[in-house]
């Protein structure tokens, strides 16, 4: 009986946090169907009648879509180039001995007492010297350098828990050490390295200050930095922006529920070590 009042206790906390957490974007949403005039109204009751105007013309818009693409290419790049270098850091710093590997070790993790805010003045200085200004790569490789730290930790935790009898076999037939990494090390990774890019993938889609500094022509913005200038432009038309907000989140939203399985996995696969 108090096993049962247990779980029901715990679903109906469950049930409430989740209500709470899904209210302001279903609200969004919702008051993304309203126009001014209800919103001041009703800001918290249905659209009567829908302005589905809002959505359509922000959808059959140009410069919504060349935002859209914009991002998918910086996140793209990010998750791609993130996860090649940071395997391959922690494949070296979990699977191959060598004199100073620990210190290295620490030395990359002393990335993460360092924000992207705090290197903001030498990081423009730096794109602006490597002319890397207005530029989306200008904005995918400090992406991927700074979250180079947090990736290697959580993939190196991973390869360590392997069983260390896999490269001992390898290695007795014969493997090289990128042969050890791509063939037998990295398939059996793919668990955290899913959670690693989805992770990566957040990070970089709702990205604001790196392409706010870097980034300067119209046709190169993210979403975030048109969401911006479209609160700015329509800064009176509360439903026009709530609707180019909710379709800015969508994606965000869509990657939680695509990788969420592959997340809890990843992240507690290496939590244990024989």
Not at 152 to 180: K, V, Y
Not at 199 to 225: D, G, H, Q, R, Y
Not at 234 to 253: D, N, Q, R
Request: include cysteine; charged fraction near 10%; hydrophobic fraction near 55%.
């Amino acid at each position: 009986m108090s096993r049962r009042i247990g779980a029901s206790f715990r679903a109906l906390v469950a049930l409430v946090i989740s209500v709470v957490m899904l209210f302001p974007v279903v609200a969004t949403a919702v008051n993304g169907l309203k126009n001014s005039g209800q919103l001041l109204v009703n800001p918290f009751g249905l659209p009567s009648p829908p302005q589905w105007a809002n959505y359509t013309g922000i959808l059959t818009g140009e410069s919504f879509w060349r935002m859209l693409w914009n991002s998918v290419v910086v996140m793209v790049g990010t998750v791609v180039l993130s996860l090649l270098a940071a395997s391959m850091a922690a494949f070296v710093l979990a699977r191959v001995p060598f004199a100073g590997r620990r210190l290295l070790f620490r030395y990359l993790n002393m990335g993460l007492l360092f924000p992207i805010t705090v290197a903001v003045l030498p990081l423009y200085l730096l794109l602006r010297n490597v002319g890397l200004l207005d530029n989306l790569w200008g904005v995918v490789l400090p992406q991927v350098a700074f979250s180079l730290p947090m990736n290697t930790l959580i993939i190196r935790d991973f390869m360590r828990s392997l069983p260390n009898e896999l490269q001992e076999a390898a290695i007795i037939d014969g493997c090289s050490w990128f042969t050890l990494f791509w063939r037998i090390v990295l398939p059996l990774s793919q668990p955290v390295l899913a959670a690693v890019a989805a992770l990566t993938m957040v990070s970089s889609w709702n990205a604001f200050l790196l392409p706010l500094l870097v980034i300067n022509t119209e046709s190169k913005w993210t979403l975030p930095l048109g969401m911006m200038q479209f609160q700015g432009q329509y800064s009176t038309e509360w439903g026009l922006v709530m609707a180019f907000v909710t379709l800015g989140i969508l994606p965000t939203i869509g990657f939680y529920l695509l990788a969420q399985r592959h997340l809890i996995s990843g992240l507690t696969a290496g939590a244990l070590k024989e």
